[in-house]
């Protein structure tokens, strides 16, 4: 026999029901609130300049799309280009949510700068070709740029100290001594690590 108790009991199912499909299900890191960067670059030079934001290296412009591509939190950021041998070019920022926003990166040689007239020859190999790698606490470009069978760099004769960084991987530091016309090589693979082992080269002091 079908009561007045239950109809209410259908009801309130009914009710319940509407309520539920009413209620749009929780953003999974809703893309429409993060903005998308994207960076540009004329010459090669550009396009292999390094890349911080908000003082965290990222890597270098060419590779910044995809599944690379950068997504922000609205709000203004701190952009910095970096090259061995030009100044920094540097762009403040403001995302807005679900916008993309283009960053034309230009690069400008740095007055007088010059190879050494007596030099050494280093020759770099690291994995993975997209980490930071600093000569003598100076940036000098991305794994990838410096490595392979034609890249070498020509250093004035002495001890360096080489540093290579990639965020999630453990900071390998050398020093090598070289004396004039003296061809070297170093070679490593960066171990995996935290974000937390960074340096301030390319993480931002907490």
């Not at 403040?92 to 283009?102: C, L, S």
């Not at 990166?105 to 190999?125: D, F, Q, W, Y």
């Not at 100290?161 to 990639?166: F, G, Q, Y």
Request: glycine share 10%; aromatic share 6%.
């Amino acid at each position: 026999m079908f009561t007045s108790s239950h109809f209410l009991a259908r009801v309130l199912l009914f009710i319940q029901l509407c309520a539920f499909l009413a209620t749009p299900p929780a953003p999974a890191r809703d893309s429409t609130v993060m903005g998308e960067v994207k960076f540009e670059g004329t010459t090669k030079v550009e396009r292999d300049a390094g890349v911080w934001i908000d003082g965290e290296y990222l890597g270098y412009v060419k590779e910044l799309k995809g599944k690379k591509k950068v997504l922000l939190m609205p709000g203004k950021h701190h952009v910095t280009a970096r090259q061995a041998g030009y100044g920094d070019f540097i762009s403040d920022i403001v995302v807005e949510p679900g916008q993309v926003q283009t960053v034309s990166v230009r690069m400008s040689l740095v007055p007088g700068a010059a190879t050494p007239k007596i030099t050494s020859e280093l020759k770099l190999t690291i994995q993975p070709t997209r980490a930071a790698v600093f000569l003598d606490n100076n940036y000098i470009g991305h794994a990838g740029e410096l490595g392979g069978s034609v890249h070498s760099l020509l250093v004035s004769p002495g001890t360096h100290h080489i540093k290579v960084e990639l965020p999630g991987y453990r900071t390998f530091e050398t020093d090598v001594t070289l004396l004039a016309g003296q061809k070297s090589e170093v070679k490593t693979e960066l171990l995996k690590g935290s974000i937390e082992q960074a340096s301030s080269d390319i993480k931002k002091p907490q």
